[in-house]
C-alpha cells in the first residue's frame, strides 16, 4: 500500500492524530517528525513508519528547512498524499511544499476522501465545498476538530531523514525560545468543555467569572475577538475565525453577540449555551439552549447549582 505522509505537529497534538486517522483511508500512514515526538504515540494511532528530521538545520531556524527537507522526502518516497495541520506552520509549510514541488494545495479540510477529495469549510465556515488537486499529489491541510481520532496500532518503525538545507533556508534565524506557562486546564483546542467570554464580560477582572465556571466543569477558557482586542484576556485564547477552532462537547458562550469571525471557530461544537442580554444576538440563531439575562446574575447562579451536585 502506498504511503501517506503525515507532518506531525510539535507535542503529538490531537490535529495530528486526527491526520493519522484520516489517511487511513488513502493509504498507509506515515508521520514525519522535525525534531522530538512521542513515536509510540504516533504508532498507537497507524503511523507504519516514523521519518525524523532533526538537527541545528531544523530547530535553529523557522519552517523554511522543514519545507525543504518534506519536500525530498516526497520526491524519494513518492506518496500519494501529505497532510498537515491547519495550523499557523502547517499552512506556511504546505504553500510552501505546493511551490517546491509545483503541485495543487487544499487548505482547512474537514475530511478527505479516499480518492483524494477534500470537504473543506469555506466563507468562516459558513458553506462547504469538495475540492481535489489536478496537479500533483493531493496536499491537504486539516482543520483541527474535524474528525474523531481512532487508534489502529501499526509497526512505527523510525528512520532518520538526512538533512540538507540550502542558505536561502536559513535566512531566518531562531534567537530566543520561551515557553509558555500550562495551568490545569485543558488545552483550549482539545478540550471537551469550553466556557468563552464576549465583549459583555466588561473587563478583565470580571473574566475570572469566564474562568471560575470553567474550572467547575473541568473545561478550558476561550474568548472572543472582541474581548481579546479589549485588553479582557491574552490573544492565544481567542476563538474565531483569527483564533482558534474549537469543537468540544459543550460550548458555554457568555457575553458573545455571535459575529460570523466568532461562529467559524466554535460552530461544529455538540452542544452549545449562550447566555445574553439581547434578545436578537446572533449567537441565539446558533445556540441549542439560550439563557436572554445579565450574565453577572446568571452565571453565579448557575456556578452554585454546579457545586450543589459535586
Known amino acids: 500500500m502506498a504511503e501517506v505522509l503525515v507532518v506531525v505537529e510539535a507535542g503529538v497534538k490531537k490535529v495530528t492524530l486526527e491526520a493519522l486517522t484520516l489517511a487511513r483511508s488513502l493509504g498507509a500512514p506515515s508521520a514525519v517528525v522535525f525534531g522530538d515526538a512521542a513515536t509510540d504515540k504516533l504508532a498507537e494511532y497507524g503511523a507504519e513508519k516514523i521519518y525524523v528530521a532533526a538537527g541545528s538545520d531544523i530547530e535553529d531556524h523557522l519552517v523554511a528547512p522543514k519545507a525543504s527537507v518534506l519536500a525530498s522526502l516526497v520526491r524519494e518516497k513518492q506518496p500519494v498524499a501529505v ?31 479516499a480518492d483524494g477529495t477534500a470537504t473543506q469549510a469555506i466563507f468562516a465556515g459558513s458553506a462547504t465545498v469538495r475540492s481535489k488537486v489536478t496537479r500533483g499529489i493531493p496536499i491537504v491541510t486539516i482543520r483541527p476538530n474535524s474528525v474523531t481520532p481512532e487508534a ?54 470580571n473574566f475570572k467569572l469566564v474562568e471560575e465556571l470553567a474550572d467547575l466543569l473541568g473545561g478550558a477558557v476561550g474568548a472572543s475577538r472582541a474581548a481579546v482586542d479589549s485588553g479582557f484576556y491574552p490573544h492565544q485564547f481567542q476563538v474565531g475565525q483569527t ?68
Do not use: W
Open 83 to 113: 497532510l498537515l495541520a491547519s495550523t499557523q506552520e502547517g499552512k506556511e509549510i504546505a504553500g510552501r511544499l505546493a511551490v517546491k514541488l509545483d503541485n495543487g494545495l487544499l487548505t482547512d479540510a474537514v475530511a478527505v476522501d
Open 243 to 310: 483564533g482558534k477552532t474549537v469543537s468540544p462537547q459543550l460550548y458555554v458562550a457568555l457575553g458573545i453577540s455571535g459575529a460570523i469571525q466568532h461562529r467559524a471557530g466554535m460552530q461544529t461544537s455538540k452542544t452549545i449555551v449562550a447566555v445574553n442580554k439581547d434578545p436578537e444576538a446572533p449567537i441565539f440563531e446558533l445556540a441549542d439552549h439560550g439563557v436572554v439575562g445579565d450574565l453577572f446574575k446568571v452565571v453565579p447562579q448557575a456556578a452554585d447549582e454546579i457545586r450543589k451536585r459535586k
Open 152 to 205: 489502529a496500532p501499526a509497526a512505527g518503525t523510525v528512520e532518520q531523514v538526512s538533512v540538507a538545507v540550502g542558505e536561502a533556508d536559513k535566512l531566518a534565524r531562531v534567537v530566543e525560545r520561551v515557553a509558555e506557562q500550562k495551568g490545569s486546564r485543558p488545552e483550549l483546542t482539545e478540550a471537551g468543555i469550553v466556557v468563552s467570554g464576549g465583549r459583555g464580560v466588561g473587563n478583565a477582572d
